[in-house]
């Protein structure tokens, strides 16, 4: 099933971009800000957004990997075995402006996942989510303070991100079951 393409790869870079620069606004600099990108398509997004924020500001910005595969809530009702993934956060972050990052946000629990696991690593300032995506549909009281692109979906719907960093095309793709 093709589905059809949300974002080409000029349209996330533009979304990055302003995402990075809101970031950066929103935080007066980034004195005390760091990234975490949640695995998998959070890590690409979060270096690409660390990169621009280094280039806007000349400032370097400390970025870390969080797998939150032990911290979901389906975690035992799912039949495949879950993949665990690097966590590598080499940084505190007591003190700090956390932004998780993610490529799309949909019900909320893989969020509320990663705040879960992000606080056995410390306790931040705050803490700031950053999405390509946000295709609605929330069970739970999150949402992100800096959006790429707001989609209207169906559930049932998908919404697939291919990034470079995995041998793809940059595009966002809706699926839509409908």
Excluded at 154 to 163: I, K, N, P, T
């Amino acid at each position: 099933m093709p589905g059809k393409e949300i974002l080409n790869s000029k349209e996330i870079e533009r979304a990055l971009t302003r995402i990075a620069h809101e970031i950066i606004e929103r935080n007066k600099g980034t004195e005390t800000l760091c990234l975490i990108g949640i695995q998998r398509g959070g890590v690409y997004l979060a270096g690409r957004l660390a990169s621009c924020i280094q280039s806007i500001e000349g400032a370097h910005i400390d970025t870390g990997i969080l797998d939150i595969t032990f911290y979901r809530d389906d975690l035992y009702s799912k039949k495949d075995q879950p993949v665990v993934r690097t966590t590598d956060i080499p940084f505190s972050v007591t003190g700090k402006t956390v932004v998780i990052v993610d490529d799309v946000l949909f019900t909320g629990r893989s969020i509320r996942a990663a705040m879960d696991a992000l606080i056995d690593f410390g306790r931040p300032a705050a803490i700031q989510l950053a999405v390509l995506i946000d295709r609605g549909h929330r069970e739970l009281p999150i949402r992100a303070d800096y959006v790429g692109k707001n989609i209207p979906t169906h559930f049932s719907d998908m919404v697939e991100v291919f990034l470079k960093e995995e041998g793809k095309e940059d595009k966002v793709v809706l699926i839509s079951e409908q």
